[in-house]
């Protein structure tokens, strides 16, 4: 299989989305099925849209499945040559899914709709990131750098601590670039909870996260990064395959345990691709999901009042009385355009480099 993506790339790239979205469809129903005869259901809040109420007891977790499609095929096509790239991917990705599958079941376990606190899921995510970033620089040699298109590149090492393991060679260090190490936990801890707070009508978080990880793919195959093209690829074509079964009135729900692994997945994508910057533009959408949280957080502790008729974003249009599927759409649309863009300012931008 990997001999088989080394000779044809483009149709391996392609083939990963298509499998990942079989796979995803063909596994599904029987999950559904379990979830319904084990009473594993989705806990609404309490303080959300009224229409949403008709939602309790839907089943979660649907994002197990989307994660057994990703890993069964990356790995499939790796056989035999096994690459840092993709176990690094694999592993900060898989992490995060168990992270958000402890959140998800305690939620049920409570019948609530809060399950980790936030302070211990900010923890672990923050603990996944640091550990996925130290392994890019020092075992794949990524630069500590942050390219704005046209205009600089940031150089983010300046201050480095290298820690001599115990070995004579220069290879027995660990490297640690502070201040790139401090803008990627940000930036992959903010994506792992912004496509989280996406993820709040039926197939908005899925069909937006299928779009920026087609454009992730692009941008990784075009650069020559093959692996995480392909695992970018099978997070798409799970994506298609959950949209399936998640579109209004949806059937199962992806739980944190996708919606978290998703978000790391694309930060983690970024940082291999050196588009640690461009990122915030193609993923634009969660930026702002994340955004209209914090700033209706921080105006009403000073003001008692709300900028938005309710957060996230989303909620807000509910609120003026577009309906759940208008929203969707047209988030998707959004999605699709930031994206578009975020892609032709990497793409003129290593032409300008060239």
């Known amino acids: 299989m990997f001999s088989l993506f080394s000779a044809y790339p483009t149709f391996m790239v392609f083939l990963a989305v298509v499998l990942a979205m079989v796979l995803t469809m063909v596994l599904m129903p029987a999950w559904i099925r379990f979830l319904k005869s084990s009473?594993?259901?989705?806990?609404?809040?309490?303080?959300?849209?009224?229409?949403?109420?008709?939602?309790?007891?839907?089943?979660?977790?649907?994002?197990?499945?989307?994660?057994?499609?990703?890993?069964?095929?990356?790995?499939?096509?790796?056989?035999?040559?096994?690459?840092?790239?993709?176990?690094?991917?694999?592993?900060?990705?898989?992490?995060?899914?168990?992270?958000g599958f402890i959140d998800?079941?305690?939620?049920?376990?409570?019948?609530?709709?809060?399950?980790?606190?936030?302070?211990?899921?900010?923890?672990?995510?923050?603990?996944?990131?640091?550990?996925?970033?130290?392994?890019?620089?020092?075992?794949?040699?990524?630069?500590?750098t942050v390219e704005i298109p046209f205009i600089c590149t940031i150089d983010l090492g300046v201050l480095t601590t290298v820690i001599p393991l115990g070995g004579e060679t220069d290879s027995a260090v660990i490297s640690i670039p502070w201040l790139y190490l401090a803008y990627c936990l940000i930036l992959l801890v903010g994506l792992c909870n912004a496509v989280n707070l996406t993820d709040g009508l039926d197939g908005l978080a899925a069909g937006t996260v299928?779009?920026?990880?087609?454009?992730?793919?692009?941008?990784?195959?075009?650069?020559?990064?093959?692996?995480?093209?392909?695992?970018?690829?099978?997070?798409?074509?799970?994506?298609?395959?959950?949209?399936?079964?998640?579109?209004?009135?949806?059937?199962i729900f992806m739980g944190d345990t996708g919606s978290l692994a998703l978000g790391m997945a694309l930060g983690c994508l970024a940082v291999l691709t050196k588009v640690e910057f461009i990122v915030i533009i193609i993923g634009g959408l969660f930026v702002a999901e994340a955004l209209s949280v914090m700033i209706q957080v921080f105006y009403y502790k000073k003001t008692k009042k709300r900028?938005?008729?309710?957060?996230?974003?989303?909620?807000?249009?509910?609120?003026?009385?577009?309906?759940?599927?208008?929203?969707?759409?047209?988030?998707?649309?959004?999605?699709?355009?930031?994206?578009?863009?975020?892609?032709?300012?990497?793409?003129?931008?290593?032409?300008?480099?060239?």
């Not at 309790?56 to 096994?82: E, K």
């Open 104 to 144: 998800d079941a305690s939620k049920v376990a409570h019948e609530r709709s809060l399950g980790l606190t936030p302070k211990a899921k900010l923890v672990g995510q923050f603990l996944i990131a640091g550990i996925f970033v130290l392994c890019a620089v020092n075992l794949l040699d990524v630069a500590p």
């Open 210 to 251: 299928m779009v920026v990880m087609l454009v992730m793919a692009a941008i990784a195959f075009r650069t020559g990064q093959l692996e995480p093209a392909l695992f970018a690829g099978a997070l798409a074509g799970a994506c298609i395959g959950f949209l399936w079964f998640n579109s209004f009135p949806a059937d």
């Open 307 to 354: 900028i938005f008729l309710m957060a996230p974003l989303h909620h807000h249009f509910e609120k003026k009385g577009w309906s759940e599927t208008k929203v969707v759409v047209r988030f998707w649309i959004v999605s699709g355009m930031l994206a578009a863009c975020g892609f032709v300012l990497q793409f003129a931008s290593s032409l300008a480099v060239a």
């Open 39 to 99: 009473h594993i259901g989705q806990q609404v809040r309490a303080d959300g849209p009224q229409s949403h109420l008709v939602k309790q007891g839907t089943p979660t977790m649907g994002g197990v499945i989307m994660l057994v499609a990703v890993i069964a095929f990356t790995l499939l096509a790796s056989v035999g040559a096994p690459t840092v790239e993709l176990w690094l991917l694999l592993g900060a990705t898989l992490a995060t899914g168990i992270l």
